[in-house]
């Protein structure tokens, strides 16, 4: 079965610090990866989106970027966090699921605060 | 600006009663509709997923999707103190988009 693992599981760090939170998957070949972000009493927002190594969608303009460099990893990284990106970070793997249709599931997420 | 709609509640059921949640979407040519369950502090759950009109059951959960209204809707039947989380309805095939959610909470 598959498993997807997110760390670290919650951070804080300062304005102006830079970010790296990773993502794996395993028990599945070529997923499609995601990144959310869910902001405190908001709905989740897709950051970024990958088909396959090095391929990487931003859906949104923002001082984040994504990386896939292995075929089940993905990473999310900052190079100077705003207190905005605090939030509820969750990474996410597509693909068949039960009765072979296209779906998708998340990791365990990584809860930021910028302070 | 694809969107999907939910109350946010909170609904407020009783032990053992019928916890009906709704969403509407407005992109007409959506194909994969997909109900999540997310606890307090937790990640979100696939519980149902659903691609054509009608009703899906799933033991105490049925899904019922009606493309000409854009309207997907989740049953939950003897509703239990457990089920009172945050409901999340997310529509798309390989990108979603995600209602802000309705919170569920059950009485015991």
């Known amino acids: 079965s598959q498993t997807i693992h997110q760390w670290p599981a919650t951070l804080v760090q300062p304005v102006g610090s830079p970010l790296s939170l990773e993502c794996t998957v395993e028990?599945?070949?070529?997923?499609?990866l995601y990144w959310y972000r869910q902001a405190a009493g908001r709905g989740l927002q897709l950051l970024f989106y990958?088909?396959?190594?090095?391929?990487i969608s931003s859906e949104v303009p923002q001082n984040l970027s994504a990386s896939r460099p292995q075929d089940r990893q993905f990473i999310l990284s900052s190079k100077k966090l705003l207190l905005s990106d605090s939030g509820f970070y969750l990474c996410?793997?597509?693909?068949?699921?039960?009765?072979?249709?296209?779906?998708?599931?998340f990791g365990p997420g990584t809860r930021l605060t910028v302070t | 600006q694809k969107e999907v709609e939910q109350n946010s509640g909170p609904l407020s059921v009783p032990e053992g009663a019928i916890a009906s949640l709704n969403c509407t979407y407005s992109?007409?040519?959506?194909?994969?509709f997909f109900w999540y369950r997310q606890y307090s502090g937790k990640s979100p759950e696939l519980i149902m997923s659903i691609y054509s009109n009608g009703d899906k059951e799933d033991g105490r959960f049925t899904a019922q999707l009606n493309k000409a209204s854009q309207y997907v809707s989740l049953l939950i039947r003897d509703s239990q103190p457990s089920d009172s989380a945050t409901y999340l309805c997310a529509v798309g095939f390989q990108k979603l988009v995600f209602g802000t959610g309705t919170r569920l909470l059950v009485s015991p």
């Open positions: 992109d007409r040519v959506s194909q994969s």
């Open positions: 990958s088909v396959g190594i090095g391929q």
């Open positions: 996410a793997w597509g693909g068949p699921g039960t009765g072979g249709v296209y779906e998708q599931y």
């Open positions: 028990g599945t070949s070529n997923p499609n």
